[in-house]
């Protein structure tokens, strides 16, 4: 029949290097970008299957490998709702992906869609949008997936062009919910709820200085820093220079720069100058969905003060639960008031003192593994959910039920010629709040415009920010073992479960230790066992490392 000719036919197309190996892994298959294509195409086959299996709904496909080298590539997949690929499918994706040959290929899919109940062949649809990030192997790539996607009978594919990873998977989302979904609507929905915040939410007397509205963003030679410059013209009261921006001769993505590296090395990226010294600076990564802020501290070192995503974080979170209390707290004639869970997300790589903070400030914090999956989903429980990994990936979830007693709570207090009043004003900084965020996945983009805007509402520096905690001395190291797998961890990988002495032995060198913590697990992204640990110095820290990645050799 047509579906197996064309299955045939394009698996046949991109044959399988020997000696690959794929695996879905945390965020996708990723690879050296010349060896992806048979990859890609795979997952575009998947993606289309997916969204038959989803009667139709669009799907998303995005090519990047983010904060990697600019010669690696990869591949990921969105769900309907914007967030990443349901996690039972990836067992499946990694055995498309291995299938050695066109028949074995046909086999699986022909099997699979069997046992998920997807018919082929007949009178369905499905929809697939793709985007890509500037990599120089992103086109070829971007035409195997389309490949992939047309294999499979009533699919429709739609490029979306080059842009960041949180543009499409904020598209798909859109897409689903009936909403708009270009890139222009993404642009306006962002610019027009930055700029309510900044023009009706902001307290008059907290208009800030030049310094306050100055800001330099380090665009990583990557995508983000691109769309930025598109719009910065149109973002008021704020005043953005963007250096790595990927222009001809900038530099190369990704190198000595962006957000990976910065908040890794703690040192100035490329491209900036003794001037800069004491100017607020933020650093996206190559594909925008990781975001840090920075300083530089002095102009005889290159090193920087660095508020990482630990501390976006506690800004968000403070920002949320002060709306959240003038709302119910407020005292005033109306009396309306608004329960709300409020849930903070954060892995076991936050940094001690952010978790004792958020603490302190009576905010409920959980904790999962590492990988926006795990994070994302977890955040959905609340009413908000905040999460943020300290390498800067996160974002705020709202749901759908708090959305709308928000909604009928400020149609209510307007209409009660309340308007004006402080309750009235904070259930309009939190919704207009909820519509700058990227709901479906973290956004560098629309992450950096609410940290603008909760710094000017706060009439905040960025030393004010900084201040907030002091973060404990920490140290990450790598090592390599012949099987990471070996390593098997439990309680949101805080702790080993296998093999069954060296949590034992963590436990001892970590209790030698003032405020010690350590942590061993396998990475879902290299082939190594990551080491952290933290303590009162540095030194102690240090030390903890050395000793515990010992005892995993
Ligand atoms: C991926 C994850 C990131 C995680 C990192 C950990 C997504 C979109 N990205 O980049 O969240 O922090 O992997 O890498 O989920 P590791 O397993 O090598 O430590
Ligand atoms: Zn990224």
Not at 138 to 147: F, I, R, S, T, V
Not at 210 to 223: M, P, R, S, T
Request: glycine share 8%.
């Amino acid at each position: 029949r047509e579906q197996r000719r064309r299955l045939l036919d394009v698996a046949s197309r991109f044959p399988l290097p020997s000696g690959c190996r794929f695996s879905y892994g945390t965020a996708g298959f990723r690879a050296d970008g010349a060896t992806m294509a048979p990859a890609v195409c795979r997952a575009g086959i998947l993606a289309a299957l997916r969204s038959v299996k989803l009667a139709g709904a669009a799907v998303g496909i995005v090519i990047t490998a983010s904060h990697n080298p600019v010669g690696d590539n990869g591949v990921k997949i969105a769900d309907p709702d914007g967030g990443m690929m349901a996690q039972h499918w990836e067992p499946f994706a990694d055995a498309l992906a291995n299938a050695p040959d066109p028949d074995a290929l046909l086999q699986l899919v022909l099997q699979f869609a069997k046992d998920e109940g997807i018919s082929l062949g007949g009178h369905h649809t499905a929809q697939v949008l793709l985007g890509r990030d500037t990599r120089p192997t992103g086109e070829y790539l971007l035409d195997a997936a389309l490949q992939g996607i047309n294999a499979i009978v009533g699919a429709h594919a739609i490029d979306m062009g080059i842009l960041t990873t949180p543009q499409l998977h904020w598209m798909v989302r859109s897409k689903n919910k009936g909403i708009k979904a270009s890139e222009s609507d993404y642009f306006t929905q962002l610019i027009d709820s930055f700029s309510r915040h900044m023009l009706e939410l902001v307290p008059k007397d907290k208009g800030g200085d030049e310094l306050a509205k100055k800001l330099i963003v380090d665009g990583a030679n990557g995508i983000g820093g691109v769309k930025l410059e598109q719009i910065k013209a149109e973002l008021s009261g704020i005043d953005i220079n963007v250096r790595n921006s990927g222009k001809e001769g900038e530099g190369i993505l990704n190198h000595m720069c962006g957000a990976d590296f910065v908040q890794k090395e703690r040192v100035t990226p490329h491209g900036f100058s003794p001037e800069d010294v004491g100017v607020r600076c933020a650093s996206l990564d190559g594909d925008a969905d990781r975001l840090v802020y920075f300083r530089m501290s002095s102009a005889s070192d290159n090193k920087v003060d660095l508020v990482d995503g630990d501390k976006i974080l506690s800004l968000f979170a403070l920002f949320i639960r002060e709306q959240l209390d003038i709302i119910n707290n407020n005292g005033s004639q109306v009396n309306k008031s608004m329960p709300a869970r409020l849930g903070i997300v954060q892995t076991a790589y936050a940094n001690g003192a952010s978790t004792q903070f958020l603490k302190n400030h009576g905010l409920e914090v959980v904790f999962t593994p590492t990988g926006v999956k795990y994070l994302h989903k977890k955040a959905l429980e609340y009413d908000i959910g905040i999460y943020f990994e300290a390498n800067g990936h996160g974002t705020i979830v709202f749901s759908e039920d708090f959305l709308s007693q928000l909604q009928s709570l400020s149609n209510e207090l307007s209409s009660d010629a309340a308007n004006g009043s402080a309750q009235y004003r904070a259930a309009m900084r939190l919704m207009a709040a909820s519509q700058l965020i990227n709901q479906a996945v973290g956004d560098a983009l629309s992450g950096l415009l609410l940290v603008e805007a909760i710094l000017q509402y706060k009439g905040w520096s960025f030393q004010n920010w900084c201040e907030l905690y002091s973060d404990l001395p920490s140290r990450q190291l790598k090592v390599k073992v012949i099987d990471r797998s070996s390593i098997v961890t439990t309680e949101a990988e805080t702790k080993v479960s296998q093999p069954s002495s060296l949590q034992e032995l963590i436990d001892k060198e970590t209790a030698n230790c003032a405020h010690g913590r350590c942590f061993v697990r396998p990475s879902g992204t290299e082939d190594v066992v990551r080491v952290y640990a933290e303590a009162s110095t540095q030194v102690e820290a240090d030390s903890l490392a050395r000793s515990v990645a010992h005892h995993v050799e």
